[in-house]
DNA sequence: TCCCATTTGTCAAGGACATAGACAAATTGC
DNA sequence: GCAATTTGTCTATGTCCTTGACAAATGGGA
């Protein structure tokens, strides 16, 4: 015997999966109404309906009233059937969060990050999820999935992190493999830029767009493509690491290499710089510079305006290649409305189909949220998901 | 009623599905060994075949000979049972050709694009297929599928196409839908360079590689996008324009919007002005100055010099922003060795991680080769594909 | 209050598809 | 010629789904 014999047959499993999605779009519903939306037959739907109640992944919550005709027991999903845990990790905060399996936020926490990183962030995730365990009223052994965003680039295959500059020591380990043996969980560690994308992809901007850019912009720079309507990571996991883009200054100066060219030109240090040089004297750092914007200093005025300058060509660079319809930014520069206003400015003079843009709608919370969303995903196509037999 | 019954069964449509993979996989197959591959039994193979054999998709080929044991009957893919046709649409040229379920080429031919444009295209296109159905050993309403590469930006959901400069005519009709209802036949419209990506992934330098880009350099310039697997095509059926790359001169320059500050820096006008900028005399085509080149004239040096330089950066860019593998050159400048070794000399300057290089396999048989592809994929998936019931 | 139309959900019968195991047929090797 | 091996069919059995009948529950009207 080649397989082993599947334990639920492919019939049941599609005609289970058809119901669950019926109860997910619809929220409360009866076994009739379910056979009328799916086309299945009364009895079928009982039979799927009785085993998915008995394995607790839907609860009786009601009943029908007012029409004519015998009362309807109405359906839910019992979203505390499945818990998973989301972790932001930052250079200076960490921001960790369980969500059910509607995607609710049933424990949230935020602390500061461990400057020794390595191992010891290892232990602050095991500390912060028994803690946010006890907090929703379960046990960490309940939870059954952890994904975790990060700086750097990540390898596709392994989940190493090759690059991280921000984090001390966590290009060290293979974090996914250690963080998941230490918790007996699957781990996925994601680029938190790709993260954030997939947040706005989730519950925010980019919920009707298949077509996107999450721009990053603050000390780093960063991008997450949503492309079809699923994430793009490349063939090295480095897709959107726009630090590289050969814009805002030569790409054959070899200084260009440690930081990236783009980067160079318009992190936080860089605007910084650029202030003093246009004679800026009261801004040591960003949220000065743009105080002093709306304090109606030129310096500030034109370093806000240099900056804008060259993201609008990153971003008609961006268009021509991906052609995406809309550019959402983030970041402590790139949530800074006077940026992107100005930005929204240069745009249409430097690219002919300009696409649309917004600010996160999270603000810092993008990453934790796309966390919880890839987080409902996969629980949703481990538990109720239809694979075909691969030949 | 809502939804009708299935006619045949998910449960049989599945099996059928894995027999005929297996032996797409396998080429020629006995039933107890695609028994084996599959895990279904015996029995079940046996009936699915007998079905298959009855619609004309399969057919018996020979026996097993000199194993100990009974003989076993084996089985191929009839791949003459499906027939598709692959157009080229160039502005000079239009290649043709018909080809079946194997992906074989079943007849093929070539002619110069009609100058008037618009419906007269339609009508070469029309004589052109009824020509090769006959040369193919049948007729026109026996083949299944069209699949039309052009120049210029498709929109997605309605295939019309948007920007097509070298074609006259061709943006005033709504091509797939007159060229279907002429032939009843279902025609797809696709980008002539997403063709060309796509004729790579099936049969050339993107065989193995889920992540590369297939950048066209000739008369005008363009790219195609092979993210994930899949062809990548943007919110507007814009992506890969990179005629419209801020590189190559300043992005503001309004000039820049008509034809697109990349293709008037790189395109075959740049390079011919440019030769002559650096004193060059004797070449009034491309090919002229290639051969001047070749000829040790060092005006064209410095001619080509530059191009590949403005690319290299143009590919960092796209490197950045898409992490390809590789990056597989075409067209008329971008097929010439000369140039590609330029450009491969000056990646590693430019970008940290420079993809690979390599010249399209197909030359000016890339965007054929792709509507083929695209067209036995097609095949696959309408004659033999499992659809999951939409909720 | 009673009856009818309507709706819900279960029961029972039947069909399609799958598996397992027995078995006949065909072939090689000794 | 006989054993071993392999192919492919036949038979029995089980699961899942559908259909149609029917009991139970409810609102509205006479």
């Known amino acids: ?60 919550v009601g009943q029908t009233d007012g029409r004519p005709g015998r009362n309807a027991i109405t359906y839910e999903i019992n979203a ?21 399996l509607l995607g609710n936020v049933v424990a949230e926490t935020k602390v500061s990050t461990d400057p020794r990183g390595g191992m010891h962030l290892v232990n602050q995730f095991s500390d ?36 991280a500059p921000s984090i001390p020591g966590i290009d060290a380990i293979n974090l996914r493999q250690v963080f998941s043996d230490r918790m007996a969980i699957p781990v996925i560690v ?24 999450f721009v990053a912009l603050g000390t780093g720079v960063g991008m997450g493509i949503i492309a079809n309507g699923t994430l793009l990571r490349g063939a090295r996991g480095a897709a959107g690491e726009i630090a590289y883009l050969p814009i805002g200054g030569d790409a054959f100066d070899p200084g260009g290499f440690t930081l990236g060219t783009f980067e160079s030109a318009v992190g936080s240090a860089a ?29 500030a005025a034109a370093a806000i305006e240099e900056t804008a300058r060259l993201v609008a060509v990153a971003i008609a660079a961006i268009g021509a290649a991906l052609d995406p319809e809309l550019v959402i930014t983030g970041g402590s520069i790139g949530a800074r409305p006077e940026l992107v206003n100005a930005i929204r400015g240069f745009l249409p003079r430097c690219t002919p189909y300009p696409p649309r843009i917004e600010i996160s709608r999270f603000g810092n919370r993008a990453a934790l949220m796309g966390g919880m969303g890839i987080a409902v995903e996969r629980m949703h196509d481990d538990l109720f998901g239809v694979k075909l037999r691969e030949v």
């Not at 905060?93 to 059910?100: E, F, M, Q, R």
């Not at 003093?276 to 105080?291: E, I, K, M, Q």
């Open 1 to 60: 015997m080649i397989s082993s014999v599947a334990q639920t047959p492919i019939a049941r499993k599609i005609s289970t999966n058809a119901v669950i999605r019926t109860v997910f779009a619809n929220g409360s519903i009866s076994r009739a109404d379910i056979a009328k939306l799916t086309g299945l037959s009364k009895q079928t739907i009982s039979d799927v309906v009785r085993d998915l109640e008995d394995d607790g992944w839907l609860k009786p």
């Open 80 to 100: 505390r059937a499945g818990l998973a845990v989301s972790i932001d990790l930052g250079s200076t905060k960490i921001a960790a969060a369980i969500c059910d």
């Open 271 to 299: 605007m910084l710089r650029r202030y003093v040089g246009f004679g800026g004297r009261n801004a040591s750092t960003v949220a000065d510079l743009f105080a002093a914007f709306n304090a109606g200093e030129t310096s």
């Open 190 to 213: 994601e680029n938190d830029v790709n993260l954030a994308a997939q947040g706005e992809r989730w519950r925010g901007h980019g919920i009707e767009t298949s077509n996107f850019a």
């Open 128 to 163: 912060l999820i028994v803690e946010l365990a006890f907090a929703a009223g379960t046990t960490a052994d309940k939870l059954r999935l952890v994904v975790l965003g990060s700086p750097g680039v990540l390898d596709p295959a392994t989940g190493h992190i090759n690059v």
